[in-house]
C-alpha cells in the first residue's frame, strides 16, 4: 500500500511540474488588441498597419486573400460598397499562448449591417482565428455565412449594370 501511495504521490508532483502546458487569457495585451481591432472596423478606422504583418494571409471561409493592402479593401469594401449601420456585438476574444511557442487570438461575436443597395438588415454569427508573430498578426482565419456579402454584392452589381 505504502508502494502504491508513493507512486500516486510521484505522479502528481511530476504533472504538477508540466511545463507543456499551453495558457489561455483574456485579459491581456494581444486579447485587448483583438477588442480594438474590432472597435476600429466598426468605427471605419483602418490604421491598422501597426497591428498587421504586410504579407499576412487571411482565409475567408474557403477564399485566401494575401497581403495587408487586401484585407484592408475587404474591410473597407462593408463600409464603402456594402453595408451601412455596421455592428459588432456579443464580442468574446481570448488568446491562446501555447507551450510550442505558437500564439493565437480567438473571437466569437454578432455582426450585423444593412444593405446600402437592399436595405436588408443583417445578422451574422461569427468565429476569427488570429496567427501571431513578432507583436503582428500574420494570419487571419474568417468563419462565417457569406449569405449576406453575396445577396449584398449582387444587388449592387445588378444596380450598376
Same mark, same amino acid.
Given at each position: 500500500?505504502?508502494?502504491?501511495?508513493?507512486?500516486?504521490?510521484?505522479?502528481?508532483?511530476?504533472?504538477?511540474?508540466?511545463?507543456?502546458?499551453?495558457?489561455?487569457?483574456?485579459?491581456?495585451?494581444?486579447?485587448?488588441?483583438?477588442?480594438?481591432?474590432?472597435?476600429?472596423?466598426?468605427?471605419?478606422?483602418?490604421?491598422?498597419?501597426?497591428?498587421?504583418? %504586410?504579407?499576412?494571409?487571411?482565409?475567408?471561409?474557403?477564399? +485566401? !486573400?494575401?497581403? #495587408?493592402?487586401?484585407?484592408? &479593401?475587404?474591410? =473597407?469594401?462593408?463600409?464603402?460598397?456594402?453595408?451601412?449601420?455596421?455592428?459588432?456585438?456579443d464580442l468574446y476574444v481570448h488568446t491562446n499562448y501555447f507551450s510550442d511557442g505558437e500564439v493565437w487570438s480567438n473571437s466569437w461575436f454578432t455582426w450585423s449591417g444593412v444593405g446600402k443597395t437592399t436595405g436588408e438588415e443583417y445578422?451574422?454569427?461569427?468565429?476569427? %482565428?488570429?496567427?501571431?508573430?513578432?507583436?503582428?498578426?500574420? +494570419? !487571419?482565419?474568417? #468563419?462565417?455565412?457569406?449569405? &449576406?456579402?453575396? =445577396?449584398?454584392?449582387?444587388?449592387?452589381?445588378?444596380?450598376?449594370?
Amino acid at each position: 500500500m505504502k508502494f502504491l501511495y508513493t507512486i500516486t504521490l510521484s505522479a502528481l508532483l511530476l504533472s504538477c511540474a508540466n511545463t507543456n502546458q499551453s495558457v489561455v487569457k483574456s485579459d491581456d495585451e494581444l486579447s485587448s488588441t483583438i477588442n480594438l481591432l474590432f472597435e476600429k472596423y466598426v468605427a471605419n478606422d483602418w490604421e491598422l498597419s501597426d497591428y498587421y504583418a %504586410d504579407d499576412v494571409i487571411a482565409r475567408v471561409n474557403n477564399q +485566401e !486573400l494575401n497581403g #495587408y493592402e487586401n484585407l484592408i &479593401a475587404g474591410y =473597407k469594401a462593408h463600409h464603402e460598397l456594402l453595408y451601412d449601420n455596421i455592428s459588432v456585438d456579443d464580442l468574446y476574444v481570448h488568446t491562446n499562448y501555447f507551450s510550442d511557442g505558437e500564439v493565437w487570438s480567438n473571437s466569437w461575436f454578432t455582426w450585423s449591417g444593412v444593405g446600402k443597395t437592399t436595405g436588408e438588415e443583417y445578422t451574422n454569427r461569427a468565429h476569427f %482565428d488570429y496567427k501571431w508573430e513578432n507583436g503582428k498578426i500574420v +494570419e !487571419l482565419l474568417a #468563419y462565417y455565412s457569406e449569405y &449576406a456579402d453575396l =445577396k449584398e454584392s449582387a444587388a449592387l452589381q445588378a444596380a450598376q449594370e
